[in-house]
């Protein structure tokens, strides 16, 4: 059975991350699996890149650019441009050799010009049956890649908060019919990375009109012999952090987007720096991600930065080096940066938001707290730093018997082989 993978990138964003994982437990298992991205940077044979010379790439930020810019118009605040894809550019990847040959497509993160809603629909016509990780809500709303509070995705969708001018037939609504009218005669097996995923989409209104559309729940992956727990004290020496300190971890892909909840964090480090001022004698951070710069003079501790990290080898030396790892995010499906700080053995702080509880059992393997409570999270610091081995050692049996490759693996073989019949 030969499976086909198809993500809009191999390196870029949390899904990127999550579906090469996800590629390579399955190789390692046995199972005939490649994937197909617009723009790649691996040189893994598996991976098959559709942008390969100056040309491609010019086409590739122009429809990205036209994807962008065709939602300006209707967007009610620029900060959130990206919360919301309106699936109007892309490429028809329905004759291309590699989903000729597959005989399960795999969909994972699609947008930003890569599939447009036509292009979707030719994919549909293909007449193969398709499995779609849900690594955020797009799949079964009118556009939005997180709801927030509003439960419109459940019905129709229409009345959308992100756009400018809501109403009962707004461009939500429109492309939530648009989906309705694809889904019908589809044969779509929808995966949720965690319950809480799966649950808003066994809510949608897309979902639930066509008994085709079941929906399941896997974990991500992630190779637990590489995100595992070294020796701190040599760990930081090679990467020039001090060995005699508290160190925080924090990162995102864009630590400025509002959804990563950076507010907070600055909130619960003031806290505590107000609370007790000789903290800054034993507590520094260190932070990855885009735009860390933007919030480095309002911290009240020493900051390690790191900016965006590429290497892999790299990010699990910063899970290896840190004492704790600090979520604040307020809406999150299955965070890659939860799995791999579990993995290394690494106990989290965060917000009680998304799959986050799913992972994080309050008090045993890190510390949960009601979203937005940035008092509580600053407590949760503390507590942690003061059971950090403990939760430590949970942390990492957690990993291992819920995120080991191979068991994750098993579980998307059962699901091709029961959609494609074999």
């Given at each position: 059975m030969k499976i086909l993978h198809i993500n809009q990138s191999d390196e870029t964003g949390g899904a990127a991350?999550?579906?090469?994982?996800?590629?390579?437990?399955?190789?390692?298992?046995?199972?005939?699996?490649?994937?197909l991205v617009l723009e790649g940077g691996s040189d893994d044979s598996a991976i098959h890149s559709m942008v390969k010379n100056k040309w491609s790439r010019i086409l590739r930020k122009v429809k990205f650019a036209a994807e962008v810019f065709s939602f300006v118009p209707f967007e009610k605040n620029s900060r959130q441009r990206f919360a919301f894809s309106s699936g109007r550019f892309g490429y028809d990847i329905s004759e291309n050799p590699l989903v000729k040959q597959a005989d399960v497509l795999h969909l994972?993160?699609?947008?930003?010009?890569?599939?447009?809603?036509n292009d979707l629909n030719k994919l549909i016509h293909t007449g193969k049956p398709i499995v779609w990780t849900l690594h955020d809500t797009w799949a079964f709303t009118g556009g939005c890649h997180y709801p927030g509070t509003c439960g419109g995705f459940t019905s129709t969708c229409g009345n959308c908060p992100l756009l400018k001018s809501p109403g009962s037939n707004d461009l939500s609504a429109l492309q939530h019919l648009?989906?309705?009218?694809m889904y019908a005669n589809a044969s779509i097996t929808f995966v949720g990375c965690s319950n809480w995923m799966k649950q808003m989409a066994d809510r949608s209104s897309l979902v639930r009109k066509d008994l085709k559309h079941s929906v399941r729940h896997v974990f991500n992956t992630i190779d637990t012999e590489l995100f595992k727990p070294a020796d701190k004290g040599k760990v930081r020496a090679e990467l020039g952090l001090?060995?005699?300190?508290k160190l925080l971890l924090f990162g995102a892909a864009n630590t400025t987007d509002p959804r990563k909840g950076t507010i907070h964090l600055l909130r619960a480090?003031?806290?505590?720096?107000?609370?007790?001022p000789n903290l800054k004698n034993e507590l520094e951070l260190m932070a990855f991600g885009k735009?860390?710069?933007?919030?480095?003079?309002?911290?009240?501790?020493?900051?390690?930065?790191?900016?965006?990290?590429?290497?892999?080898?790299?990010?699990?030396?910063?899970?290896?080096?840190?004492?704790?790892?600090?979520?604040?995010?307020?809406?999150d499906n299955l965070p890659n940066t939860v799995v791999e700080s579990m993995s290394a053995g690494v106990p989290v702080v965060g917000f009680d938001i998304g799959g986050v509880p799913e992972m994080i059992m309050h008090q045993e393997n890190g510390f949960l707290t009601a979203p937005g409570e940035w008092k509580d999270l600053a407590e949760g610091i503390?507590?942690?730093?003061?059971?950090?081995?403990?939760?430590?050692?949970?942390?990492?049996?957690?990993a291992e018997s819920h995120f080991a490759p191979d068991a994750v693996a098993r579980k998307y073989v059962d699901i091709y082989q029961s959609v494609a019949g074999g």
């Amino acid at each position: 059975m030969k499976i086909l993978h198809i993500n809009q990138s191999d390196e870029t964003g949390g899904a990127a991350v999550a579906a090469v994982r996800l590629l390579e437990a399955l190789r390692n298992h046995g199972a005939e699996a490649e994937m197909l991205v617009l723009e790649g940077g691996s040189d893994d044979s598996a991976i098959h890149s559709m942008v390969k010379n100056k040309w491609s790439r010019i086409l590739r930020k122009v429809k990205f650019a036209a994807e962008v810019f065709s939602f300006v118009p209707f967007e009610k605040n620029s900060r959130q441009r990206f919360a919301f894809s309106s699936g109007r550019f892309g490429y028809d990847i329905s004759e291309n050799p590699l989903v000729k040959q597959a005989d399960v497509l795999h969909l994972h993160w699609i947008n930003q010009g890569f599939l447009s809603l036509n292009d979707l629909n030719k994919l549909i016509h293909t007449g193969k049956p398709i499995v779609w990780t849900l690594h955020d809500t797009w799949a079964f709303t009118g556009g939005c890649h997180y709801p927030g509070t509003c439960g419109g995705f459940t019905s129709t969708c229409g009345n959308c908060p992100l756009l400018k001018s809501p109403g009962s037939n707004d461009l939500s609504a429109l492309q939530h019919l648009r989906k309705e009218k694809m889904y019908a005669n589809a044969s779509i097996t929808f995966v949720g990375c965690s319950n809480w995923m799966k649950q808003m989409a066994d809510r949608s209104s897309l979902v639930r009109k066509d008994l085709k559309h079941s929906v399941r729940h896997v974990f991500n992956t992630i190779d637990t012999e590489l995100f595992k727990p070294a020796d701190k004290g040599k760990v930081r020496a090679e990467l020039g952090l001090p060995v005699d300190k508290k160190l925080l971890l924090f990162g995102a892909a864009n630590t400025t987007d509002p959804r990563k909840g950076t507010i907070h964090l600055l909130r619960a480090l003031k806290h505590l720096n107000a609370r007790d001022p000789n903290l800054k004698n034993e507590l520094e951070l260190m932070a990855f991600g885009k735009n860390i710069d933007a919030f480095a003079h309002e911290l009240p501790f020493v900051m390690h930065p790191f900016h965006t990290v590429k290497s892999q080898e790299r990010m699990v030396h910063l899970y290896q080096a840190a004492d704790l790892f600090v979520l604040p995010s307020m809406q999150d499906n299955l965070p890659n940066t939860v799995v791999e700080s579990m993995s290394a053995g690494v106990p989290v702080v965060g917000f009680d938001i998304g799959g986050v509880p799913e992972m994080i059992m309050h008090q045993e393997n890190g510390f949960l707290t009601a979203p937005g409570e940035w008092k509580d999270l600053a407590e949760g610091i503390i507590y942690v730093l003061g059971n950090g081995t403990v939760l430590g050692e949970n942390a990492r049996k957690f990993a291992e018997s819920h995120f080991a490759p191979d068991a994750v693996a098993r579980k998307y073989v059962d699901i091709y082989q029961s959609v494609a019949g074999g």
